[in-house]
């Protein structure tokens, strides 16, 4: 078959690829234990899916202006007013289905053919994909476990090149559930500016934090610094709404106008029902988002404490989102069980197939000495897994 280049190119889900695979075993009747998961495993709460409920008997059920609808934008405005202590007008949000939907958006209305995209590694599987769908080049920045997982601004200078168009932000993070702190974020913010690029912010999960630490949008270090930020945020994980597609972006306004005139090609509005479920989740109760980062913190301190104990493992604490990203760095080059161990993705094979839990290896994560756990599954799960994995790891070191 002929295809165009562009899709050729396309690394297929490498958290997709292990999910099908714990869902066959499950389907072949086995006890899989699957911390693969990238979604919260609460339900949505109850006064949103009312809110979906009455628009749908409402008949709220027709297109709306692309870039959604005014009360949504409205409401998206407050948050970000009341959260980051960001000023934005109903112009220059646009909503789309799903914040990897905003993140497609603004990479093809920022980037031209071979721009450069800075993008740090270890990184969520579908950055290095979009960028390279917008026909730009991501350029990767490489970080330690000892260095926290955090690019430095020296690091970014490092890498940047006459074609470099924008830098990737992504905290909390997905793998690594690390969270950069306002410092950190002053000085690369200080770094755009002087360099005159974009910041795409993915600040996706930052609802979910613990021990403490707490969130700041790079937007929020003045003028010169916001007016070359794309925040890119959802409902998906602060709102266990990951079924529902709902994520937006916050720009200039020209920006906005360009992605919603994209969007008006291609997707036209995000749904309808979910726009509205949308404004009840910004505007209502936020008591079950506490109550889930709290059981979330619980089960990281859990997780953290068994992984820890495990032989050839290391781990950077998480301080956000619901991954522990452990190098397992201990085990490869080892052979086990007549197995060698060549990657993490050799490793994660040999947990799955003797034992029965689901990891992500780090590979697709450009992280090939890692290995991602999710800990959005019940604790009760989390024990199961944990004890399996020791069992196996201990008797074979
Ligand atoms: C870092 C990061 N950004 C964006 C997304 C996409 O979220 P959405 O469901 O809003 O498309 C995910 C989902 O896993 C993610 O981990």
């Known amino acids: 078959m002929r295809l165009s280049d562009r899709v050729k190119q396309i690394t297929p889900s490498a958290t997709l690829a292990i999910d099908t695979k714990a869902k066959q075993l499950a389907g072949e009747g086995l006890d899989v234990v699957n911390f693969s998961v990238g979604e919260p495993d609460f339900d949505t709460p109850q006064h949103i899916k009312d809110a979906a409920i009455v628009a749908i008997q409402a008949g709220f059920t027709k297109y709306t202006p692309a870039a959604g609808i005014a009360e949504l934008r409205e409401a998206i405005c407050k948050k970000l007013k009341d959260d980051n202590g960001l000023d934005y007008k109903p112009n220059q949000i646009v909503v789309s289905a799903g914040a990897k939907h ?15 995209v800075i993008v740090q590694a270890p990184y969520w599987v579908s950055y290095t994909e979009i960028v390279k769908l917008a026909g730009a080049v991501p350029v990767i920045v490489e970080t330690t476990a000892r260095g926290g997982f955090k690019m430095t601004p020296a690091a970014i200078e ?5 074609r470099t168009r924008v830098i990737n932000l992504n905290s909390p993070s997905n793998p690594t559930g690390v969270v950069y702190s306002a410092d950190e974020l002053r000085a690369i913010a200080e770094l755009a500016v002087k360099h005159d690029l974009y910041v795409v912010a993915d600040e996706i999960y930052e609802k979910l934090l613990y021990d403490g630490v707490t969130h700041t949008s790079v937007a929020s270090f003045g003028p010169e610094i916001k007016a070359r930020t794309v925040v890119i945020n959802g409902m998906s994980k602060a709102y266990a709404m990951t079924g ?7 720009s200039e306004p020209d920006l906005a106008k360009v992605m919603a005139d994209l969007q008006g090609h291609m997707t036209s509005n995000p749904n309808s029902i979910t726009q509205k479920a949308s404004v009840a989740a910004l505007l209502g109760p936020q008591e079950p988002l506490r109550e889930m980062v709290k059981e979330f913190g619980r089960r990281r301190d859990y997780m953290v404490k068994r992984l820890e104990a495990l032989p050839g493992f290391d781990l950077v604490i998480p301080q956000g989102a619901f991954y522990v990203f452990p190098s397992v760095k201990g085990w490869i080059g080892r052979t086990v069980g007549g197995r060698k161990i060549a990657s993490s993705d050799d490793l994660a094979g040999l947990i799955l197939d003797e034992v029965q839990v689901a990891l992500v290896p780090g590979t697709g994560f450009g992280a090939p000495d890692c290995v991602r756990f999710s800990y959005s599954t019940s604790m009760d799960r989390i024990k199961t897994g944990c004890d399996r994995i020791e069992r196996l790891l201990k008797g074979l070191w």
């Open 102 to 116: 905003s993140l497609y958006n603004a990479y093809q209305a920022l980037c031209n053919l071979g721009d450069e």
């Open 158 to 162: 490092a890498k940047l090149t006459p």
């Open 244 to 250: 529902w597609r709902m994520g937006y972006t916050a």
